[in-house]
């Protein structure tokens, strides 16, 4: 969830993400692919219901929670 944040959000390169996460780039972007594909799933189980907007929110606000 945060290297998708801060390539989506932030608009940072996977290796700049890396440098931020304190990993190598390869594993930055297999972070990416896999919250991508996580985030696409939980979209699909949910899109009668979908609220882009308010989903979004909703993720900003987990983030500050956790400190992300």
């Not at 608009?11 to 990993?23: D, P, T």
């Not at 696409?40 to 009668?48: S, W």
């Not at 219901?49 to 606000?61: C, H, I, K, T």
Request: aromatic letters at 2%.
């Amino acid at each position: 969830q945060e290297v998708l944040m801060l390539v989506a959000w932030e608009g940072l390169r996977s290796a700049e993400a890396a440098r931020v996460l304190g990993c190598s780039p390869v594993a930055a972007r297999i972070r990416l692919h896999r919250a991508r594909r996580r985030l696409a799933q939980a979209l699909g189980e949910h899109e009668d219901e979908l609220d882009v907007p308010a989903a979004a929110a909703e993720l900003r606000l987990q983030a500050k929670e956790t400190g992300s």
